[in-house]
């Protein structure tokens, strides 16, 4: 069932704003993206209002274990990123923003040491580089062995309390936009409504108006049954966006992280990750009887882009009829874990696996988001006013499958690059004009269903019947109406959108690119698919297009 027969809401059923207030600015997040935008934008736009789904810590950015990707090395260049940059996308990257990404990132990298992030140092004082899947060189800059993220998003915060000018609302879900005319009659950004729990004054549905808002609120991993991502990654942004009139591209090129540690059949949610700087290190992959997956597989081994280790578990899983696959580590030793990798080290402890003396139970899981919404070089969509950055937007950095450790250094270049252009295009206010769109909402009861559907269908292995078949599921679901208006409906609601333009993009890309991986179409087609699959919304009914583009890596990978 083709995802344009879906009547989809066009903006969420939600009670009318009982309270309002202005910001110049707002921006949904509070990640590297969100954060790193609002203080590259402060002193320079007057109010600045950062809203985050709940606490300040509570994103992605804090779980990120290997560290952050720049040509920071001895012998290492941009030029070398780009490369390995290009290869693990398949084909799908726009080059030219690899070449931001990759030059206009050590300086930014920099910039977070000098803001205060401490990051780990050899004896003699040098950055501590290591390697990770799909890099040639020794080019991630890691902190506290393996919570990197945790370090940044410390240091980040840390700058924005010290920063009074800067206001924060936390427990604050963001809605839908809202529209207004400008002078010449074009609708753009008037503002965006928020579902605030306990804020003080600030309770319930209300209003922000504002000339600009820069989302940076990250991927829709809950979409899957398993996933690394935190709770709150239902989509919001991406699917507001979608609602607004934004454009989303690549959303089925989905990353599977390889190494998720297999906690058994019936896990659901948030899954301990086990970062690729572990095989870095020089862990490995290995099946049941010992044998090593990745030998012959990859010139880089149990190192190669993540898409191909995925692939080569998934298929010795089929093979052996097992549900996971191991990892070995315990040649590393005692003294290296808890140096190195004291938090994952920590983490299957509590799961009862001591990496040290045991194998590692390890299964492919959802990652990260390499699509999401179309942007510019500099952050700008097909929305004026509206910005995003970091996962939740496409940037074309990562094409059809996200280099290892690229993710926290795109969220950092491109919210930089934001804030070199939004002050100079702030627009007038704009008044919000009366909701014309058809207003809706799914039951929250849907998410597991929905969530089975995608992972077992729509996941890792893609084929047509089975894309068929989640369409069907799909629409059932758009068709269950909610009997409350509640958070859980709202992100169900988003869940589901986004679900079914994922799908369908997926149905209609018939090659394998990438961490798109068809089973009945298992090669790659540069003749015919080398482009995007882009999806607009008008009052619910989705359209998804096709966008050729010549492939940009040569055809390396």
């Not at 882009?305 to 549900?323: F, S």
């Not at 069907?472 to 208006?485: F, G, M, Q």
Request: with cysteine; proline share 5%; hydrophobic share 45%.
């Amino acid at each position: 069932m083709p995802l344009e027969t879906l009547r989809l809401p066009g903006c969420l059923t939600a009670p009318s704003p009982g309270w309002t207030t202005r910001a110049d600015v707002v921006i949904v997040g509070s990640g590297i993206a969100g954060l790193t935008a609002a203080l590259r934008l402060r002193g320079q736009v007057d109010k600045i209002l950062v809203v985050t789904k709940d606490v300040l810590n509570a994103g992605s950015t804090q779980w990120a274990q290997g560290g952050i990707a720049a040509a920071l090395g001895p012998g290492d260049t941009p030029e070398q990123h780009e490369a390995d940059t290009l290869v693990a996308g398949a084909g799908a990257c726009d080059r030219d923003a690899v070449r931001v990404l990759v030059n206009e990132g050590p300086e930014a990298v920099r910039e977070l040491i000098a803001l205060g992030t401490n990051f780990d140092h050899t004896a003699d004082g040098e950055l501590s580089l290591t390697r990770e899947g799909g890099h040639h060189r020794d080019r991630i800059a890691h902190a506290g062995g393996d919570a990197t993220g945790a370090e940044i998003q410390r240091a980040l915060i840390a700058a924005i309390q010290a920063a009074p000018d800067i206001e924060v609302i936390q427990h604050a879900l963001a809605v839908d936009l809202l529209l207004g005319p400008d002078d010449s009659g074009k609708p753009g950004v008037a503002g965006l409504t928020l579902h605030v729990i306990g804020e003080g004054e600030r309770d319930g549905v209300g209003a922000v108006h504002c000339r600009a808002v820069v989302l940076a609120s990250g991927g829709l991993g809950q979409v899957f049954t398993q996933t690394t991502n935190p709770v709150v990654s239902t989509g919001d942004g991406m699917a507001l966006a979608l609602r607004a009139g934004a454009t989303l591209r690549d959303l089925e090129f989905v990353q599977f992280h390889p190494t998720v540690m297999y906690l058994g059949p019936d896990s659901r949610g948030q899954q301990p990750l086990i970062s690729e700087a572990v095989r870095g290190e020089g862990a490995f992959l290995v099946d049941d009887e010992g044998d090593r997956i990745m030998q012959g597989v990859h010139e880089l081994a149990d190192l190669a882009p993540r898409d191909v280790v995925a692939k080569a578990i998934m298929k010795r899983m089929l093979e052996t009829g097992r549900p996971h696959m191991w990892l070995d580590a315990r040649h590393l030793g005692a003294q290296f874990w808890e140096r190195r990798f004291p938090t994952i080290l920590a983490t299957a402890r509590s799961y009862g696996i001591d990496p040290v003396t045991q194998l590692i139970p390890v299964a492919p899981a959802c990652h990260y988001a390499s699509g999401g919404v179309r942007t510019d070089l500099h952050g700008r969509t097909d929305v004026p006013g509206l910005y995003a950055t970091g996962e939740v937007a496409c940037s074309g950095v990562h094409g059809a499958n996200r280099l290892a450790s690229n993710s926290l250094l795109e969220g950092l270049v491109f919210s930089r690059r934001i804030a070199e252009v939004l002050p100079a295009e702030l627009a007038a206010w704009r008044e919000p004009v009366a909701e014309r769109r058809t207003a809706g909402l799914v039951a929250g009861d849907v998410r597991r269903e929905l969530q089975e559907t995608m992972s077992s269908r729509v996941g890792v292995l893609r084929t047509a019947p089975g894309l068929a078949e989640a369409a069907v599921v799909l629409d059932k679901l758009a068709s269950r109406a909610a009997e409350t208006v509640d958070q859980a409906s709202w992100e169900a609601t988003n869940l589901v959108t986004l679900s079914a333009a994922l799908a369908d993009a997926a149905a209609l890309r018939e090659e394998t690119r990438g961490s798109h991986w068809r089973e009945d179409f298992p090669e790659r087609d540069d003749a015919d698919w080398a482009g995007h699959f882009d999806v607009t919304m008008a009052d619910g009914a989705t359209t998804v297009t096709f966008a050729p583009s010549p492939a940009t890596d040569g055809g390396l990978a």
